[in-house]
């Protein structure tokens, strides 16, 4: 369980921790895995999100994911970005990686040690946006810099290395 005081303080910054689906790059399940190509090399993101036509989140995409489908044995073929659609290859991540409730820091902290972004959907499913490892570390910084100017921080017992070198 968090500290609840460090709880509040990392909260007092969580509207900057949601990056709003409409500026977000995506990309639909029904486009053609060549659309999806394209929008990862344009910008210079290794995964994005996968919607439904209803704006539902349905997965990730990356250019893993794309280049393995194009690898031959012994060529590199540009056939199935024509041929295969994003659902073809989309990644569904279990229920447990996707977060609705912004205020649950513990369950994001612990997703983010492995992801870079989380999606963010709604009580419906809807693509709501993005939480990222980057804002999140923000507010970190600010904390270690910034919680004695709110809190006073006295030691419970004196620090390890202190006590084992025993009396002079």
Same mark, same amino acid.
């Given at each position: 369980m968090i500290i609840p005081e460090l709880q509040r303080f990392l909260l007092q910054n969580s509207e900057h921790y949601l990056i709003p689906a409409d500026v977000v790059a995506n990309v639909n399940m029904d486009n053609r895995l060549g659309h999806a190509f394209l929008v990862l090399t344009k910008v210079r993101y290794a995964k994005i999100p996968v919607l439904d036509n209803e704006s539902h989140f349905i997965g990730f995409i990356s250019l893993a994911m794309i280049t393995d489908k194009m690898l031959a044995l012994? @060529?590199?073929?540009?056939e199935p970005l024509d041929h295969l659609k994003v659902a073809d290859?989309?990644?569904?991540?279990?229920?447990?990686?996707?977060v609705s409730d912004l205020v649950d820091i513990e369950k994001i902290l612990h997703l983010l040690v492995d992801n870079p972004f989380l999606p963010v959907v709604d009580d419906d499913g809807l693509f709501v946006g993005i939480i990222t490892r980057r804002e999140y570390m923000k507010s970190f910084?600010?904390?270690? @810099?910034?919680?004695?100017?709110?809190?006073d921080l006295v030691p419970i017992q004196q620090p390890v290395s202190s006590a084992m070198k025993g009396p002079k």
């Amino acid at each position: 369980m968090i500290i609840p005081e460090l709880q509040r303080f990392l909260l007092q910054n969580s509207e900057h921790y949601l990056i709003p689906a409409d500026v977000v790059a995506n990309v639909n399940m029904d486009n053609r895995l060549g659309h999806a190509f394209l929008v990862l090399t344009k910008v210079r993101y290794a995964k994005i999100p996968v919607l439904d036509n209803e704006s539902h989140f349905i997965g990730f995409i990356s250019l893993a994911m794309i280049t393995d489908k194009m690898l031959a044995l012994d @060529h590199v073929s540009l056939e199935p970005l024509d041929h295969l659609k994003v659902a073809d290859v989309v990644e569904r991540p279990d229920s447990d990686s996707i977060v609705s409730d912004l205020v649950d820091i513990e369950k994001i902290l612990h997703l983010l040690v492995d992801n870079p972004f989380l999606p963010v959907v709604d009580d419906d499913g809807l693509f709501v946006g993005i939480i990222t490892r980057r804002e999140y570390m923000k507010s970190f910084n600010e904390l270690v @810099h910034n919680l004695n100017k709110e809190y006073d921080l006295v030691p419970i017992q004196q620090p390890v290395s202190s006590a084992m070198k025993g009396p002079k």
